[in-house]
């Protein structure tokens, strides 16, 4: 039985962070602490957003434009993710299952994860051009690791026990993999796959840097030359709620589809 | 008499060759036959288990199952493993029905039957827990149903009821007897508690590191049994003598 305090904890905790944040925030801009054109007071970046999300477009500076930079990068994520994860997941079940896999993979992943990302940009518009494809190799490239690894380490730590009960219960092969090996190793893969998508709005921005048109990262970046801190501010609000909402969907989907993901412990 | 498994000259090495863990090892079970395989910690029991079950190869020698060589995992030979190996995320009554689908068992019939297997080993209240939900000897209950469903003609238990409380064990050996007289699986069951394969087998081997098979012996006493009556009093202290010194000095 829970606690009659339990309730209204597991509702205020989530939020006390972010409110504790808002309350800084507030202190240090109302306060005089700092001035505007570096620390814009909530208000004012409130006032930003509305015009952002619902304003008529053209009616003011980045009015309306929530709706296609949203899109925009959206569709830039799922093609970077979506490919990252087409890629790691795989190679990931290979390498922990198979020791020639992981010896063949492990010093060029480890060399190259530790290269960051921002070393990649120039080759990366060499390669692809400034827009779209640079974005989305980016993104694969910032979710492919965290995937690949979590991945590899999941299917790697699954007990032998675990797979000699499924292979006595008369699995083998991929079915064994797929009714043992990665049921198993959920959790790891949860986790990576959940880095990864972080990783991928991080890399969002920097793709969005090259000179793209539109997306959320080349809104904050024009804000920025502008001296619109209250729209940089602003921008960094919608990627953060975005995000969120993206790793609950990410999750909500894996949980729906995965029996063994619906009964991992977060 | 009819044999079910044939197990005939089992050599096993680890990294050694001139040392082998497991040296020429041979004997037989038969149907229904209860078979307690005692020795000390390292002597390769698991090692034999895990042949017999197909988790490995032997360097040597051959296993055969109702006169057909084995040698890969099947439910016909199935395994109760020492250490907790339900699988986490399904329930109870989805872990017993795993062998059943696997075989293609359409669902509402596995469902039926893994409840009543649940229902028979005293876990009908705990058809939707998952193991983690379970204490340890519920958890071994149902890895008993779960290989039980599949009605297998051997049954190999490797330690199966180490890690649970004297209480408990002792309800598992009582199950387990019960279960046996109803499905009559023959049961090799490897143990290094001398007083539970006494009270249990109908026969005792010992094995010991690198030698083989030291010695068996017959029980052939009613059940359930007094272990402190004078023929099986003389039974353990023979084979712990023969654990303890070996055979010269026995």
Same mark, same amino acid.
């Given at each position: ?18 409110? %504790? ?59 970077? %993710? ?45 390669? %692809? ?50 009714? /043992? ?76 589809? %995965? /029996? ?7 | ?5 044939? =197990? ?26 209860? *078979? ?26 051959? *296993? ?14 199935? =395994? *109760? ?23 293609? *068992? ?35 209950? =149902? ?14 238990? !490797? ?33 290094? !508690? ?23 012996? !017959? ?32």
């Amino acid at each position: 039985m829970t606690s009659p305090t339990a309730q209204p904890l597991r509702i205020l905790l989530p939020v006390a962070a972010p409110l %504790f944040l808002l309350g800084v925030w507030a202190l240090l801009s109302y306060g005089g602490f700092t001035p505007a054109y570096m620390l814009p007071p909530p208000h004012t970046v409130g006032r930003t957003l509305w015009i952002y999300v619902l304003g008529e477009p053209g009616s003011a500076a980045y009015a309306g434009r929530f709706a296609g930079d949203t899109l925009a990068s959206l569709w830039r994520i799922c093609c970077g %993710f979506g490919l990252a994860t087409a890629l790691g997941l795989p190679l990931g079940v290979l390498s922990g299952r198979l020791r020639p896999v992981q010896q063949l993979l492990a010093g060029f992943v480890d060399s190259m994860r530790a290269v960051p990302g921002i070393c990649w940009l120039p080759l990366a518009l060499v390669w %692809f051009g400034i827009g779209f494809r640079t974005t989305v190799f980016l993104i694969t490239l910032a979710a492919f690791f965290p995937i690949y690894l979590n991945t590899a380490a999941g299917v790697a730590s699954v007990p032998g026990t675990l797979v000699r009960a499924g292979a006595m219960l008369g699995l083998s092969g991929p079915g064994l993999l797929r009714q /043992v090996v990665l049921p198993a190793g959920m959790s790891h893969i949860l986790a990576g796959l959940r880095l990864g998508l972080g990783l991928s709005f991080a890399y969002l921005v920097l793709g969005e840097l090259t000179g793209v048109p539109d997306g959320l990262g080349a809104t904050i970046m024009d804000a920025r030359m502008l001296g619109r801190v209250d729209m940089v501010m602003g921008g960094i609000v919608v990627i953060a709620l975005i995000g969120l909402a993206c790793d609950r969907l990410l999750m909500g989907l894996l949980r729906l589809t %995965f /029996v063994s993901a619906r009964r991992c412990r977060e | 008499m009819s044999v079910l498994l044939e =197990v005939q000259g089992i050599t096993a090495h680890y990294a050694q060759p001139e040392a082998p863990v497991l040296a020429g090892v041979s004997f037989a079970l038969a149907p229904g036959e209860i *078979v307690a395989l005692i020795g000390v910690s390292g002597c390769g029991k698991t090692t034999l288990l895990d042949i017999l079950a197909g988790f490995r190869r032997a360097d040597e020698g051959e *296993v055969r199952l109702a006169g057909q060589p084995t040698v890969t995992p099947e439910p016909d030979k199935a =395994v *109760v493993f020492q250490e907790d190996a339900l699988f986490p995320w399904l329930t109870a009554q989805q872990n017993v029905a795993f062998g059943l689908k696997a075989a293609g *068992v359409p669902r509402r019939e596995r469902r039926a039957q893994a409840t009543a297997m649940l229902q028979r080993v005293g876990l009908a209240g705990s058809l939707d827990r998952l193991p983690r939900e379970l204490s340890g000897g519920m958890r071994q209950r =149902v890895a008993l149903a779960r290989v039980l469903v599949m009605r297998p003609r051997l049954l190999l238990m !490797d330690e199966p009821f180490a890690a649970l409380d004297a209480l408990t064990r002792e309800e598992m050996h009582d199950l387990l007897l019960e279960l046996h007289a109803e499905f009559t699986p023959a049961i090799l069951m490897v143990t290094h !508690d001398v007083a539970e394969a006494a009270k249990l087998a109908d026969r005792i081997l010992l094995l010991k590191h690198g030698q083989g098979l030291l010695a068996g012996f !017959d029980i052939p006493l009613p059940r359930p049994r007094d272990l402190h009556s004078p023929e099986l009093a003389t039974i353990q202290a023979a084979c712990r003598n023969l654990l303890a010194h070996g055979p010269a000095r026995a």
